[in-house]
């Protein structure tokens, strides 16, 4: 399918990972800087499945060979064989694409990695960690998690009326600057996360910012804060340049 993919095809191919062709129907502006797209699936959600937080990847055109980024899947319709794309514009060949995209605009996706297992026992409360390139899927879980309350630290300038599906009644959402690169949303999580977790009986962690945010985060929750590794999900969803 498309260009050679370099060494990152050839390991997907390896792997048995399945591609599929996805083709664009409808484009909104969320708002200037977040972009939600709809499109037919090529068939994936029939033969897949479908999951909390199920993410593909996305291969943009690149001058010597596509280049691959993961995107979750918003609202899935295997039935009908339909899913939506949101992407949180800024400099990048992905947000470049989402950017100039129209209907009949097609983009190939591989889908290969994405998992999720269900929290057992179900979370009495869930802590969440997340910034607009991980809304969609924040989004998923709360929505796979039901009437479960949540404590939501956001990473973002707050400037952007972003598509949450949050419940003002059950979901309370800490909106942190992003500073030092990302070293003040690690210091607020840290000082505030200990005590509400004494408060939780079955508490779940959830954590998806940029790699090194997440890598401080997930390891200091296991390690100092002593929750256990079947109760933390953590994805680094970008990488800091």
Not at 15 to 31: L, P
Not at 81 to 91: C, D, I, K
Request: charged share 25%.
């Amino acid at each position: 399918m498309g260009q050679g993919r370099g060494w990152e095809g050839a390991v997907l191919r390896l792997m048995r990972a399945k591609d599929f062709v996805f083709t664009v129907t409808g484009v909104e502006d969320v708002t200037p800087r977040f972009r939600r797209l709809r499109l037919t699936d090529g068939g994936l959600l029939a033969a897949t499945g479908v999951h909390p937080t199920m993410w593909v990847r996305l291969w943009f055109p690149g001058a010597d060979r596509p280049h691959q980024r993961g995107y979750t899947l918003v609202d899935p319709d295997p039935e009908a064989g339909t899913l939506s794309l949101e992407f949180a514009l800024h400099e990048g060949r992905a947000s470049d694409w989402a950017r100039s995209a129209r209907p009949g605009d097609t983009i190939e996706a591989t889908v290969q990695g994405t998992a999720f297992t269900d929290p057992d026992p179900a979370p009495t409360r869930l802590f969440a960690v997340a910034d607009p390139a991980s809304l969609p899927a924040l989004n998923s879980l709360l929505d796979a998690l039901g009437e479960t309350p949540a404590t939501i630290w956001f990473e973002d300038d707050g400037t952007d009326e972003l598509p949450f599906r949050t419940d003002p009644a059950r979901h309370e959402v800490r909106t942190v600057p992003r500073r030092d690169r990302g070293a003040a949303l690690v210091a607020e999580v840290k000082s505030a996360l200990p005590e509400l977790l004494r408060a939780t009986s079955e508490p779940y962690v959830w954590i998806a910012c940029d790699t090194a945010t997440t890598r401080a985060l997930s390891s200091h929750v296991r390690r100092e804060l002593g929750v256990p590794r079947q109760r933390v999900n953590a994805l680094g969803y970008w990488r800091a340049t």
